[in-house]
């Protein structure tokens, strides 16, 4: 019985992880021998288009933490560890943006949300993972988004029926610090990716960037985010895949989204229909 308990909470798991991997691009370009490539009205991708989505994939995580970075700034700044942990807890962009659904809901919160970058192409009844992704997010070290994700939880936990009730030690004091090394770390990797794209792509260079109030810095970077925002939440599926088709037509030039550079950040976890 407790095998069988097991397997069933594995399975509830991956079939979370496949839905959000299809479910958070409907209208990116996917692989053309993945699951979602034989869907009809699906954009195939070639080799650098696929890694344009996983760039700016990546780029989405670094709008969640721009946003996460200031939220748990201010509860830090608190007096006492039962304000800090309290703030943390109810400040909408900090819990939905790290934390998902939760832990309970075999949501993984930001570390699945990474994880889906390599995973374009997934379906609802079969999930698919760009080996060559993998290989860069394992090499460039992006495996620290669990253990920021972790620490955090193990923080703020109120107690969950799968989690312990978390402890606010002067170490939690530093998660900011985490978010932010875990940002620019993004940024890093987004280059590593891009270099064997570098002749074939217009996807300006990442390192160096930084949050701002209207979105990301330098421009260059905010066009590219706010193009993934274009192509990943747009007002309809027709409107997103129209933006597809455009970057790959201009080979990911930031700004092939059509939206200026000043927009506000949006809030993760939407999902286009």
Known sequence: MANMVRLISHALM???IVHKAHGDCESCCVPAGSPAAK???????????????????????????????????KCIAHSTSAEKKACALKDEDIHQNVMGTGPDDGDMGLFDDYRMCCSRGSTMREHYSDKTCAATFNATGLQAVRKFHDHYWACVSPGTKTTPKGNWTSD???????????????LTSHDVYRKPCASSLKVAAAVGGSCTNAGLAPKALNSMWNDWQSIAF?????????FTKACVLKEFEPGCGGVPGTA???????VVV
Request: hydrophobic share 45%; proline share 3%.
């Open 14 to 16: 991956l079939a979370l």
């Open 39 to 73: 869907e009809g009205g699906s954009i195939k991708c070639s080799g650098c288009d696929l890694v344009a989505m996983q760039m700016g994939c990546f780029l989405d995580k670094v709008g969640a933490l721009c946003a996460v970075i200031p939220a748990l700034s």
């Open 172 to 186: 939690c004091d530093g998660l900011a610090k985490e978010a932010e090394a875990l940002m620019k770390l993004t």
């Open 234 to 242: 747009a007002d309809d599926i027709s409107s997103a895949k129209k």
């Open 264 to 270: 506000p950040l949006k809030k993760q976890h939407q």
